[in-house]
């Protein structure tokens, strides 16, 4: 080729002569974009960009080659934040996210075990495994999860706290504890059953527990003297004379 068509090539905005360096740098700038955008390198294999990149197989691709890569793209994808040559590792980051995510938004790690995200991601699934696993875990990697916010290394502690949570949460709302044994909550957790367990177990629980619980309003460990003073109450509307309000200390004692 003369010299003026190569100079006029070389001109255009982003010429290469070799179309391998072009295809790697392509990959990487997506890949340097996903991690400034998302904080880590943990890209799905099926990922594929807005514009259609098939960045996760390209992911891939890099770990296979990563012995017979260049030393300077080693060292480009190591200085991206949460690179991973280990693809164990990687889908260990890829849970760790997502539990971070949780968290970020509910204020807690308490996931049950059978929640799935909303693109299907088992993250309940994972934390029990971590759970499981937590003997063979890395001391990096049990201290960052014992970061997130109520992580818990025991499940059955995790279920109590999300129940009083609920339960907490409803005698906020509604001023008292009397949850009828067939309610559920939005979400579909069965808090009436969970009440009834607590107040079953009332000889053996914990201590801390207990006085967590009667610090909640109306709280009782009779659900007959729930139901009577339920009863008891309705009846006072129904037959309490038009325009008289009861007095707060009635409303209190109750």
């Not at 982003?14 to 890949?31: A, Q």
């Not at 990922?47 to 098939?54: K, M």
């Not at 009332?202 to 139901?227: F, Y």
């Not at 009863?231 to 409303?251: A, D, H, K, M």
Request: hydrophobic residues 30%; proline residues 2%.
């Amino acid at each position: 080729m003369d010299s003026d068509r190569r100079q006029r090539l070389e001109a255009l905005s982003g010429w290469s002569w070799d179309v391998h360096l072009d295809t790697w740098e392509e990959g990487f700038s997506h890949l340097m974009e996903f991690s400034q955008r998302v904080g880590h390198c943990q890209v799905v294999g099926s990922y594929r960009t807005n514009d259609g990149f098939r960045l996760g197989a390209w992911v891939a691709n890099q770990r296979v080659k990563k012995e017979q890569m260049k030393l300077g793209r080693r060292d480009r994808l190591e200085a991206l934040s949460g690179w991973s040559w280990s693809v164990r590792s990687n889908q260990w980051e890829v849970g760790f996210s997502r539990l971070k995510e949780y968290s970020e938004q509910e204020g807690h790690t308490r996931v049950a075990g059978t929640y799935n995200t909303k693109d299907g991601y088992p993250l309940g699934s994972w934390v029990s495994t971590q759970r499981r696993t937590k003997e063979m875990l890395d001391h990096n990697r049990r201290t960052r999860l014992e970061a997130l916010p109520d992580w818990s290394w025991n499940a059955f502690v995790d279920k109590w706290e999300e129940g009083f949570s609920h339960l907490k949460q409803f005698a906020e709302r509604e001023g008292h504890c009397q949850v009828l044994h067939r309610y559920k909550t939005d979400n579909g957790y069965r808090l009436g059953r969970w009440v009834q367990v607590q107040r079953s177990t009332n000889d053996t629980i914990e201590s801390d527990r207990r006085q967590c619980l009667e610090a909640l309003p109306g709280w009782s460990w009779d659900v007959h003297s729930d139901a009577w003073e339920k009863g008891f109450f309705l009846s006072e509307e129904v037959f309490r004379p038009r325009g008289s309000l009861p007095s707060v200390s009635t409303l209190q004692d109750r």
